[in-house]
């Protein structure tokens, strides 16, 4: 058994840990959670002025009214809360007392809710009483405190609303005492107006009188610890970037009891409100953020909390070197020059695949018109010349049939040798003034047209597919003399020196004017392949000519290009 309660009616109510029971006429009734009440183990009972019985359990709160069990706005509220005490005060409102999460007060149909947070001494209350001072009295495991009926009827729960709370400390030789609570009466007031309270060392005795208005306290920054070593306050100006924990203790500058006094503290603009630290005198704070920073502390009496002091104090926390403006921009900046470096170089990638590409088409396109499509010209003129003899020539008829199998053949081995440069390397050497006297002989046999060759200087041997290209050009140039210029006689010319080799081919023919357009108007391919095969060989190539004064073509091979190996070493 935890309550008793004797109603208007003359029934005794009785409150146990297995529900409630009613005495009546001289029966019993037992009122359990099959009847609708809230909860089992009951622990207050009271009786308002209305007749409703309100009955306080360790998991909400029923109403009995009327021969039944009711809802309302207050056992909605406290539906999960452990109910210890219940009280109407002279005006009618009722507070209900928690186990765990403070004073509620019930009027006019609203409920509102008092914590620590507006200065309660605690959030746990055993015992509601009323005096004739108009105080509420409240007794918690080991503190005994008073607040005006008055102000916690004005008072709105909320921001920054702080409670005028009187907290008495323990006598002499009674400090650790503990209170007693979860049983009825767990405190009463005396006809004298006392008020008293059970505790583990005795009976607590309260005489309320109005006492003197507390003033100001006075409050000290005490000192900061940084972690775990302690600094001045007066010389912190400046945390370390590395800094991850903050200790800052304040306490009231007072040789009187201390026990009244409550802190609240902020730090801007880290806190968004002033955190309630209670009797607590240190403020902690881990892993701040870089960034200038002003820590506030007020310390104020529970019986007057508008009569507060304050006491603050700057310094800054600086960034790690990585998290700095220029060290951030730094890097921007280098992820863009890495993006702008790796797109110029990815860019430059393609560009040379594509030079690659076109490189590789106009060599094939140099190679098909240097051999195949010279070749079948001179074929198809020997045809031409064929045709055109009479058919009792057939001494002459036969001849011109020998020269072209052999250009056929000649043609056929130039686009095999061409097809082997193309997947060979540059092994063998060659001296070309031997291939050069091949390609006179085999103009002179062709075309009746007189060519002749000749060197200066130390002939030396060439790479092989160097050789090919120089060749070709000399053989363009020969060409070009005989089928375009009409030329009588053509002079090829080398000349050796330890710069490289220059050669020039002469002619006697019609010459032309080197910037004009072809009169045929078609596409030529010869002088371009002539030019593209010099310049892959890092010479330089020119035609000299003019209207009826002959061609000659001059290019220089430097020995760098010839054997770039030997240079180098």
């Not at 009785?14 to 037992?30: C, F, H, L, M, Q």
């Not at 009323?130 to 004005?154: C, F, K, V, Y």
């Not at 209170?179 to 004298?192: E, F, L, T």
Request: charged share 20%; proline share 4%.
């Amino acid at each position: 058994m935890r309550a008793f309660l004797q109603s208007r009616d003359g029934s005794v109510w009785i409150a146990t840990d297995e529900g409630v029971s009613r005495v009546s006429a001289g029966s019993v009734s037992n009122l359990r959670v099959r009847d609708g009440l809230v909860y089992f183990s009951t622990r207050a009972l009271m009786e308002d002025r209305e007749g409703n019985l309100w009955i306080g359990t360790d998991q909400g709160l029923s109403c009995w009214r009327d021969g039944e069990f009711v809802q309302n706005a207050a056992t909605r509220a406290l539906a999960q809360e452990k109910i210890w005490t219940i009280l109407q005060d002279g005006s009618g409102v009722i507070w209900f007392g928690t186990r765990d999460h403070g004073l509620f007060r019930y009027s006019a149909g609203e409920m509102a809710q008092f914590t620590t947070a507006q200065s309660l001494a605690s959030n746990s209350i055993y015992q509601l009483l009323e005096d004739r001072h108009g105080q509420l009295w409240m007794s918690s495991p080991n503190t005994i405190s008073s607040i005006p009926l008055e102000a916690l009827d004005r008072a709105t729960p909320g921001g920054e609303l702080h409670l005028a709370v009187t907290s008495y400390e323990m006598p002499y030789d009674a400090d650790g005492a503990q209170m007693y609570g979860g049983r009825q009466p767990s405190g009463c007031v005396d006809r004298d107006g006392r008020v008293w309270f059970p505790s583990s060392k005795g009976a607590v005795s309260i005489l309320p009188e109005p006492g003197a208005q507390a003033g100001s306290p006075k409050l000290l920054l005490t000192g900061v610890a940084v972690d775990g070593r302690e600094v001045a306050v007066s010389t912190l100006r400046a945390l370390s970037a590395d800094a991850s924990r903050v200790e800052i203790s304040f306490a009231p500058l007072s040789i009187r009891s201390q026990g009244e006094t409550r802190f609240r503290y902020r730090l801007e603009p880290f806190d968004r409100d002033w955190t309630y630290s209670g009797r607590n005198r240190v403020a902690t704070y881990t892993n701040l953020p870089a960034g200038k920073y002003k820590f506030r502390v007020m310390a104020f009496p529970l019986s007057d909390p508008s009569a507060s002091a304050e006491a603050s104090f700057e310094f800054r926390k600086p960034p790690h070197f990585y998290m700095t403006w220029w060290f951030i921009s730094l890097n921007v900046a280098l992820v863009g020059l890495l993006s702008l470096v790796a797109y110029r170089w990815r860019v430059r990638l393609l560009q040379m695949r594509f030079k690659a590409v076109l490189e590789e088409r106009g060599r094939l396109a140099r190679e098909m018109h240097d051999t195949v499509i010279q070749g079948c010209t001179s074929v198809s003129a020997l045809l031409e010349a064929i045709s055109s003899l009479e058919r009792e020539n057939d001494a002459l008829h036969e001849e011109l049939l020998d020269f072209a199998r052999a250009q056929m053949r000649t043609t056929i081995n130039e686009a095999r040798q061409a097809v082997w440069n193309l997947r060979h390397g540059d092994e063998p050497q060659q001296e070309i003034s031997g291939a050069v006297a091949t390609i006179s002989e085999h103009t002179s046999r062709e075309f009746g047209v007189a060519v002749t060759s000749s060197s200066t200087g130390s002939p030396f041997p060439v790479p092989n597919s160097m050789g090919h290209e120089m060749l070709m050009v000399i053989r363009e140039a020969v060409y070009n003399a005989v089928l375009h210029g009409k030329a009588a006689h053509i002079g090829i010319e080398f000349s050796y020196g330890s710069e490289g080799v220059e050669v020039r081919v002469r002619d006697d023919g019609s010459g032309f004017d080197p910037g004009a357009v072809p009169s045929d108007g078609q596409a030529h391919y010869g002088m371009t392949g002539m030019q593209e095969r010099v310049q892959r060989l890092s010479g330089r190539i020119e035609w000299i000519s003019a209207r009826g004064q002959g061609t000659t073509v001059r290019f220089v091979i430097p020995r760098s290009a010839l054997f770039p190996s030997k240079v180098e070493a």
